[in-house]
């Protein structure tokens, strides 16, 4: 399999269905729709969504179903990153070769464009729901899964230990705690939906959590070992273990992460594929 084909080709869906459910159209004020635009179509790799798909393919669900919650994972991403770059939090001036959402419309626009975009999901998600006539069980499950993976319990909640932890607190595990919160619980529950609304058994759910989990960190790790040498805030594993090390602890993460979906055989390659190319990212 080519992954970096399969990658393109539902990039391009996910596009699509972004830019649909953003169309302006008078639906949100002008400069809020700019602002919303501008880091949503910033040209994100599209990860999470990517999984929930591949992960929902692989149990024969259906692409149509899947989509909204893909699309609002990835706006709820997109709004963390928004919030990130912020001067009160990572200070950053640059995502993806741009200037940042603040320093292009301010901080106020910013902050209210990441809000409205976290909103935003969770109106697509519950509107398309209905309309679909999608399982309202199977949804609603979903929409509060991301909820909690997204909130206090999930992401905010590792982005304050991120911030908050001093140093002398921190070990190994309590940093890739942070990393499971912060980064590994939005890519898990993206699987988890996609398995989810496709009708996935209980024990399949468990198994693709572990998965996520380790796939999650390993992610991180990967983004610290590209950023070592930076200036960069809060909490990184590198820093505390060294490059070669953080490498090794990401390689064994997600030789655990392909441990844990071998009971799906074949059926998931793309998974397998997927762990790789995280594994192999250089920039």
């Given at each position: 399999m080519d992954i970096y084909e399969?990658?393109?080709?539902?990039?391009?869906?996910?596009?699509?269905?972004?830019?649909?459910?953003?169309?302006w159209n008078g639906r949100f004020p002008e400069i809020l729709a700019e602002a919303m635009s501008y880091s949503v179509f910033s040209g994100g790799k599209r990860l999470r969504p990517i999984l929930m798909i591949?992960?929902?393919?692989?149990?024969?669900?259906?692409l149509e179903d899947i989509l909204p919650f893909a699309c609002g994972v990835e706006l709820i991403h997109t709004y963390s990153l928004i919030h990130d770059d912020l001067p009160s939090m990572d200070d950053d001036q640059f995502r993806r070769g741009r200037?940042?959402?603040?320093?292009?419309?301010?901080?106020?626009?910013?902050?209210?464009a990441g809000d409205a975009l976290l909103s935003?999901?969770?109106?697509?998600?519950?509107?398309?729901?209905?309309e679909r006539n999608i399982d309202p069980i199977k949804a609603l499950r979903v929409i509060y899964e991301i909820a909690e993976a997204s909130g206090s319990r999930g992401m905010v909640g590792g982005q304050i230990g991120d911030i908050t932890m001093k140093a002398s607190e921190l070990d190994q595990s309590s940093v890739e705690a942070i990393h499971l919160d912060k980064t590994a619980r939005l890519i898990t529950v993206s699987l988890r939906a996609g398995f989810i609304l496709s009708g996935a058994t209980e024990y399949e759910i468990d198994t693709i959590t572990r998965y996520g989990n380790n796939l999650g960190v390993a992610f991180q790790i990967m983004d610290d070992l590209v950023d070592a040498g930076k200036e960069k805030k809060g909490i990184n594993l590198v820093h505390l273990i060294g490059v070669e090390e953080a490498r090794k602890r990401a390689e064994r993460l997600i030789a655990d992460a392909l441990d844990a979906i071998s009971v799906f055989g074949e059926k998931a390659d793309v998974l397998r594929e997927l762990a790789r190319f995280v594994i192999a990212r250089r920039d």
């Open positions: 399969y990658f393109r080709k539902k990039q391009e869906i996910i596009e699509r269905e972004l830019r649909r459910y953003l169309t591949a992960a929902a393919e692989m149990i024969g669900g259906d200037p940042t959402s603040h320093r292009v419309f301010g901080e106020a626009v910013a902050i209210l935003e999901a969770f109106y697509i998600m519950a509107k398309s729901s209905s």
